[in-house]
């Protein structure tokens, strides 16, 4: 059965006339530091006809407050605005996807672990600024003898006892059984293309007592098109809308212009959120204490525990050293709990929820000690094993993140003017100039242009291959389809970042090298001397250049390396540092990876691992000379 409303006929403008109750909810996955002008006109739409935004950092809160995103939602708040976290509830983990936890757990449990922990995240980051939950990536199914509506339901409990007032969302994007119609506030059965909504909609079978209770979402809708998708939304029922004529991969990462939403805004009346309490626990008898609880497993950010049921049981709430970190069904008797601190030891105990929500007694404590990381570092071992055309590049991450990108890069800093690129910093004011990115499965090429004017790449990135990336424990393998005979894929970054404190691991280091040196480094012919003269290096492993003249009371040659030039200017190759000696061989490899790997193209030096450096530089009176072509 479909609600059925009576149609407003267009007016003068072309849009709908209102209609009573309608309102519209915006998916505004939009960076407030790329479009703030959005995120302004966000705001100030019209409370009562746009109430609902919803607010993505990171796939989520990430773990550290934001403060482009804090600053819009503090503002949306302010202006009455219901700011709702989005978090990700991965179909439970039991979709085709298989989606898996951020600890890469499929266990219901632990889905609901992560689920419960990036809810109180939000309200720990953003405070009362926020105003309840998306919950995204929703199982339709009612599960044997409703086992995922009931999940759903607990953890809408979970989420309005710990923080109440909040207002919840849960979003299949697809038609839901009628189980579902109490498990949230609202849920959004349609998230698909306009063509889809006019041809291939497929309603629920059933009907809600509230129409407020059904949200759809259209995206690549044209502007000509918002009065008819406006109307048809209110035929089928749907007391929120959210239309964007943005397309897939991310349709809700830019906002249409202003006429196109005063169009929709034209086409609703308005009205209020309904915003039901949190269900009550019943009122059953007092639980059983809880025994045998025991640490199945930790890791450097994790522990997996598991205990014996309890008597008569609600739920199960989970402790470390006195804090809850999880509430889950009294049909889960394990679960894992991340975001412990590594290096640490916490103390576990786990109470039964009884009647009324009263607490039965407290389990055995148990003791978690996290491992250390090594030398305090979250991505470790990684390495290239480059082939012709193909390369393996393999990286542990140690501790889990919402995204985990690899990038391949060719020098440090980039040329704006012959090759944009994308650059990665690895201190604050130096960077290395990428050219590829995969992320996930996919193999980027940058295809950037700098604007006129501006000192900021653009973020533009051209799909160009697949790439096979598999994760076992700890280790990201990507196999690449780009090899030696086309690019030097020895050269990489791993980037870690969301849920940890974010990390850009370099191979080789680009902090070793330094492209900077005598302001005369322009001069013409340069690169030619400073080719020449490595050229003419003795060419053997003997210590035959030193920084000194005299090493351990030994009397050496002062000669620090070899230069060629003009007799008055020229350029120099040479060796650095206090009491340094160093080959002609080891010279002249540290020179070709100045240039290759530090992509120094005229002057440079390299910090070895000896504490010595080889540098090219401009220098004066250079007395080695002849005519080079």
């Known amino acids: 059965?479909?609600?059925?409303?009576?149609?407003?006929?267009?007016?003068?403008?072309?849009?709908?006339?209102?209609?009573?109750?309608?309102?519209?909810?915006v998916a505004s996955y939009?960076?407030?530091?790329?479009?703030?002008?959005?995120?302004?006109?966000?705001?100030?739409?019209?409370?009562?006809?746009?109430?609902?935004?919803?607010?993505?950092?990171?796939?989520?809160?990430d773990s550290t407050v934001d403060s482009s995103w804090q600053g819009v939602i503090q503002r949306a708040s302010s202006a009455g605005k219901t700011v709702l976290g989005y978090v990700r509830t991965g179909?439970?983990?039991?979709?085709?996807?298989?989606?898996?936890?951020r600890l890469g757990s499929g266990n219901l449990a632990d889905w609901t672990a992560q689920i419960e922990e990036d809810v109180d995240r939000w309200y720990k980051l953003y405070g009362d600024s926020i105003g309840g939950i998306f919950f995204d990536e929703g199982w339709p199914e009612c599960g044997v003898n409703n086992e995922y509506v009931d999940l759903y339901k607990y953890?809408?409990?979970?989420?309005?006892?710990?923080?109440?007032?909040?207002?919840?969302?849960?979003?299949?994007?697809?038609?839901?059984?009628?189980?579902?119609?109490?498990?949230?506030?609202?849920?959004?059965?349609?998230?698909?293309?306009?063509?889809?909504?006019?041809?291939?909609?497929?309603?629920?079978?059933?009907?809600?007592?509230?129409?407020?209770?059904?949200?759809?979402?259209?995206?690549?809708?044209?502007?000509?098109?918002?009065?008819?998708?406006?109307?048809?939304?209110?035929?089928?029922?749907?007391?929120?809308?959210?239309?964007?004529?943005?397309?897939?991969?991310?349709?809700?990462?830019?906002?249409?212009?202003?006429?196109?939403?005063?169009?929709?805004?034209?086409?609703?009346?308005?009205?209020?959120?309904?915003?039901?309490?949190?269900?009550?626990?019943?009122?059953?008898?007092?639980?059983?204490?809880?025994?045998?609880?025991?640490?199945?497993?930790?890791?450097?950010?994790?522990?997996?525990?598991?205990?014996?049921?309890?008597?008569?049981?609600q739920g199960y709430h989970v402790y470390a050293d006195g804090r809850l970190v999880v509430s889950v069904p009294s049909s889960m008797t394990e679960v894992t709990i991340g975001s412990l601190a590594s290096g640490?030891?916490?103390?576990?105990?786990?109470?039964?929820?009884?009647?009324?929500?009263?607490?039965?007694?407290?389990?055995?404590?148990?003791?978690?000690?996290?491992?250390?990381?090594?030398?305090?570092?979250?991505?470790?071992n990684y390495k290239s094993s480059p082939q012709e055309n193909s390369t393996v590049i393999e990286a542990d991450v140690l501790?889990?993140?919402?995204?985990?990108?690899?990038?391949?890069?060719?020098?440090?800093?980039?040329?704006?003017?012959?090759?944009?690129?994308?650059?990665?910093?690895?201190?604050?004011?130096?960077?290395?100039?990428?050219?590829?990115?995969?992320d996930g499965s996919t193999l980027y090429r940058y295809d950037g242009v700098l604007p006129k004017g501006s000192t900021a790449s653009p973020w533009s990135w051209e799909a160009i291959d697949t790439v096979n990336l598999n994760i076992w424990g700890y280790t990201y393998t990507w196999t690449l389809p780009l090899g030696a005979s086309t690019v030097d894929t020895t050269k990489f970054v791993v980037q870690a970042q969301g849920y940890n404190p974010m990390i850009n691991v370099f191979e080789p280091d680009p902090s070793d090298y330094d492209c900077e040196g005598s302001s005369m480094c322009t001069t013409p012919d340069l690169l030619k001397w400073c080719d020449h003269a490595v050229s003419y290096l003795f060419r053997d492993d003997d210590l035959n250049y030193h920084s000194t003249e005299v090493i351990e009371d030994s009397l050496y040659s002062?000669?620090?390396?070899?230069c060629w030039g003009d007799l008055t200017q020229g350029c120099g190759v040479?060796?650095?540092?206090?009491?340094?000696?160093?080959?002609?061989?080891?010279?002249?490899?540290?020179?070709?990876?100045?240039?290759?790997?530090?992509?120094?193209?005229?002057?440079?030096?390299?910090?070895?691992?000896?504490?010595?450096?080889?540098?090219?530089d401009y220098v004066y009176q250079c007395d080695n000379h002849q005519d080079l072509p």
């Open 1 to 25: 059965m479909i609600t059925t409303v009576t149609p407003f006929a267009p007016n003068a403008t072309g849009c709908l006339s209102a209609v009573q109750g309608q309102q519209i909810a």
């Open 399 to 438: 501790v889990p993140y919402s995204s985990v990108r690899l990038y391949i890069w060719d020098s440090i800093e980039c040329d704006f003017d012959e090759d944009p690129g994308w650059g990665v910093n690895f201190n604050v004011d130096d960077y290395v100039c990428t050219h590829y990115m995969v």
């Open 558 to 562: 002062t000669q620090s390396g070899d």
């Open 155 to 313: 953890i809408n409990a979970y989420t309005k006892r710990a923080h109440p007032g909040a207002y919840t969302v849960l979003n299949p994007g697809s038609p839901m059984a009628s189980c579902f119609e109490d498990t949230m506030d609202t849920l959004l059965t349609f998230e698909q293309s306009y063509d889809s909504y006019i041809n291939s909609y497929t309603p629920n079978d059933w009907t809600p007592n509230d129409p407020r209770k059904l949200w759809h979402t259209v995206y690549n809708v044209s502007e000509s098109s918002v009065s008819e998708v406006v109307e048809l939304a209110k035929e089928r029922g749907a007391g929120f809308l959210h239309l964007t004529d943005d397309r897939l991969p991310n349709p809700y990462d830019t906002l249409p212009a202003d006429s196109y939403i005063q169009c929709m805004m034209d086409g609703v009346d308005g009205g209020s959120l309904s915003n039901a309490d949190a269900a009550a626990w019943e009122l059953d008898g007092a639980a059983g204490a809880v025994t045998d609880l025991t640490v199945v497993a930790s890791d450097y950010s994790w522990a997996k525990l598991s205990w014996a049921a309890a008597s008569n049981v």
């Open 30 to 61: 939009i960076n407030p530091l790329k479009d703030p002008a959005a995120w302004d006109r966000l705001i100030d739409y019209d409370v009562s006809k746009m109430p609902i935004l919803v607010a993505n950092v990171l796939n989520g809160p």
């Open 91 to 101: 179909y439970l983990g039991v979709s085709d996807q298989i989606f898996q936890t």
């Open 574 to 616: 040479f060796i650095q540092g206090q009491n340094c000696s160093i080959s002609g061989n080891d010279m002249w490899n540290d020179y070709q990876n100045i240039r290759t790997i530090g992509g120094c193209k005229k002057c440079g030096s390299y910090q070895r691992k000896d504490g010595c450096r080889v540098t090219i």
């Open 344 to 380: 640490t030891s916490y103390t576990i105990y786990v109470s039964a929820v009884g009647g009324g929500g009263r607490l039965g007694s407290s389990s055995n404590q148990v003791t978690v000690a996290t491992k250390q990381l090594p030398g305090g570092k979250t991505v470790t």
